[in-house]
Every structure is written in structure tokens, then in C-alpha cells.
């Protein structure tokens, strides 16, 4: 028999945008109950361990060119907590052109450390967060929002704030028959995403990458080459994060494991030493990892329903910065509502 769970606002999903909502909804007064299916908070700002190493293996940096995150962001640089990693990546030639002068940060100790820091906050300020429950079911009546997850434990809510990738969002409602208006449903079902397969490996031996030890290539089958230890983030080891380009994400995502990880370490081969070795490697598949497709506003808010806050990444702009408006966003619109 699972437990009962009351709160004004039930959050889910602790990634970025949960989290910046959480913590403005609690500093406000209001009561919030942050739920999230994984084992720890973070979402795409996910950061792992791999031999005696550590390696970003979502998010790889952030930039804060709204002023509205650049606040936060120059607060978090001021305790310590992120630092300024470069303006802007070479392409592994000689060009320099996608140096563009915004700061792009990186967080002591790996991206995952920003959202343990916010979920500490939120606990502190009286808010609660409860990882390793993934909602699978999601109703409402007149009395508000109706939800339970895997485990059977019940929520119940006034207002509903749903975070995830869009599709995990329209499959939640519709599990438990949310009726959201037809041109509601429209916009949801036309946001995409792209998925990325990520290696990560252990090197023994030298990587030779251009400062500051990453590259970016676009349109590439290989879009992205970083070594974490000089990020700084892994100082006990050399583990460097591969991140597929979308296209060949796409065309490879259901290879077996072993296959991926040889044709990104090859790709990765160029890089390293000619005695440098791989000494463990391992993948990671995101299959909702950018949003190519977007909605316009930084959230949806249904109507004719109690209220429901759809935000994230895919609505109003991309990536970290992206999803933490849609965050805020979505906070100043129930503390004026
Ligand atoms: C490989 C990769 C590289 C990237 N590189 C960068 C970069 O360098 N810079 C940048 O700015 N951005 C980058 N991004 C994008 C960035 O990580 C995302 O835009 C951002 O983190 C999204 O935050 P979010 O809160 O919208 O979603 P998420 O972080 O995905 O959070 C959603 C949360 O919902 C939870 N959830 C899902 N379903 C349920 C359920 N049923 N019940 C409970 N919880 C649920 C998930 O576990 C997750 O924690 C990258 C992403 C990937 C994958």
C-alpha cells in the first residue's frame, strides 16, 4: 500500500526547468512537492563516474545570454559553484570562427552538481523532492490533479507543473484520459526532438584536443569531442565524452552497444596519443536530447483544466538556458495567476 502525497504544486521532473520553478514557487510560499523518476535529480544535466574519472555526459556547458537567467547565473559563478570554460569551441582545423566571445560555464564537479545544489535549496527552503518515482498515471476531477506512480504511492495536487521531453508529457496525460483541447494537443504533438548517442572513455595516455580541450562540429556524425579533465571536472583521470551528431544518432540508435562505442572511439582515435589506449568505455542513449522543433512560448498553459503548466526545452528555447526560463516563466505565471 503506497503513501498519499499532498501539495499545492506537484513539479515533474527535476531537471532544469523543474528545479528553477521549484525554487522560485518555494521561496514564494507556495507548497511544492518536485517528483522525478530517476535515482537523482538532474535530468539531461547528467554527470557519471567512470573508473577513478567523472564526465559530463549530457549537457556539457551553459550560456546565459537572457538577462533574466544571467542573474542567476552570475550568482551561482559569485559562490563557486560554475565557472567560465571558454567563448566558444574550435572546429578541430584551424578555423577559429566559432569563437564568438559568450561565456559558455561548466559546474565544479560536473553539470549534475548544479541540480543537487538547487534540489538542497529547494529541501532547504521547505520544499520536497522525491526521486525514484516515475508517474505513470495522471488524472484530474473538479477538485484538482489526481496522479500515482510506479511504486503506488498517490498524489494529489492543485496545480500540476509536467517538465519532461514532450511525448513522456502527452503519454502521461493520456494515460489517465486528460482531455486537453484539440489545438493544445496540436502543438504538443508537433515538437521534435533528436536523440544523441554518447561515449565516454577512459584514456591512458595523451589527448590532444584543441583548447580548451573540446571540439564542436555542427553537422558532423561526431558533433561534439570534450576531455573532462581539462574542463577540470575529472582530475583524478582522462575521460573524454563523444557526443554523435543527429543524423547519424538517428541511424545508429538501435545498434548494439559494442558497435557504438567502437565507431565513436574511432572517431575519437584522431585525438589520442598513438600510444594512448581506451581503458573502459561505455554509451549512453538520449533519445529526446535537443529539441529541434519548438513551440514559441515558454510554456503551455491548458485551458477549461484545473491548473497545467506543460515547460521544458522545447518550449520558447533551447538547451539549459532555454529550459530554466521556461522554469521561471512558468513560476511567475502561477504566482500571478
Ligand atoms: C547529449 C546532450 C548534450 C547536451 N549539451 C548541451 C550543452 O552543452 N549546453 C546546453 O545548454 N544544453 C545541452 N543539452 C540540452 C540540455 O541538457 C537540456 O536542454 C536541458 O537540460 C533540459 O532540461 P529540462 O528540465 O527541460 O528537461 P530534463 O533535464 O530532461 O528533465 C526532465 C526530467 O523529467 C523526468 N521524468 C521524465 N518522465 C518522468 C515521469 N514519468 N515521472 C517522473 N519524472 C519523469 C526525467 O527523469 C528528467 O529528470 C544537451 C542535452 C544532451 C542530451
Known amino acids: 500500500m503506497g503513501a498519499t502525497y499532498n ?7 527535476a531537471g532544469i526547468c523543474g528545479l528553477m520553478a521549484a525554487t522560485e514557487l518555494v521561496a514564494a510560499g507556495y507548497q511544492v512537492l518536485v517528483v522525478d523518476k530517476e535515482q537523482t535529480v538532474g535530468g539531461r544535466l547528467a554527470t557519471r563516474g567512470i573508473g577513478p574519472g567523472l564526465a559530463d555526459y549530457g549537457a556539457q556547458f551553459l550560456t546565459a545570454r537572457d538577462r533574466r537567467f544571467a542573474r542567476h547565473v552570475a550568482a551561482w559563478q559569485d559562490a563557486g559553484l560554475i565557472f567560465q570554460w571558454s567563448t566558444g569551441w574550435s572546429d578541430g582545423g584551424m578555423l577559429r570562427s566559432l569563437f564568438d566571445g559568450h561565456p559558455r560555464y561548466a559546474t565544479r564537479g560536473g553539470m549534475n552538481a548544479l541540480a543537487k545544489r538547487l534540489a538542497a535549496e529547494i529541501e532547504t527552503a521547505g520544499g520536497a523532492i522525491h526521486t525514484g518515482a516515475r508517474l505513470a498515471l495522471v ?15 498517490r498524489y494529489i495536487a492543485e496545480t500540476l507543473v509536467l517538465t519532461p521531453p514532450v511525448p513522456q ?21 508537433y515538437i521534435r526532438y533528436a536523440p544523441c548517442l554518447c561515449g565516454l572513455f577512459w584514456i591512458d595516455g595523451g589527448v590532444n584536443l584543441p583548447e580548451p580541450g ?32 543527429p543524423a547519424w544518432s538517428r541511424a545508429h540508435y538501435d545498434d548494439d552497444d559494442g558497435r557504438v562505442l ?15 589506449t581506451i581503458r573502459e568505455a561505455q554509451i549512453q542513449r538520449w533519445r529526446y536530447a535537443l529539441p529541434t522543433i519548438l513551440h514559441s512560448e515558454p510554456f503551455l498553459c491548458a485551458q477549461g483544466l484545473p491548473p497545467l503548466y506543460i515547460g521544458g526545452d522545447a518550449f520558447g528555447g533551447p538547451r539549459v538556458e532555454g529550459a530554466a526560463l521556461s522554469g521561471l516563466a512558468i513560476a511567475a505565471a502561477i504566482k500571478a495567476r
Open 7 to 13: 501539495s499545492e504544486i506537484l513539479i515533474v521532473g
Open 214 to 245: 573540446a571540439l564542436q562540429r555542427r553537422e558532423a556524425d561526431v558533433g561534439w569531442i570534450a576531455d573532462n579533465q581539462r574542463k577540470g571536472i575529472s582530475p583524478e583521470a582522462t575521460v573524454v565524452t563523444v557526443h554523435a551528431g
Open 169 to 189: 508529457v502527452l503519454a502521461m496525460l493520456d494515460s489517465g484520459g486528460v482531455p486537453l483541447a484539440r489545438d493544445e494537443r496540436g502543438v504538443l504533438q
Open 139 to 153: 488524472r484530474v476531477d473538479e477538485r484538482g490533479w489526481r496522479a500515482s506512480d510506479d511504486e503506488g504511492n
Open 262 to 276: 567502437s565507431l565513436l572511439g574511432a572517431a575519437l582515435r584522431p585525438w589520442l596519443a598513438s600510444n594512448a
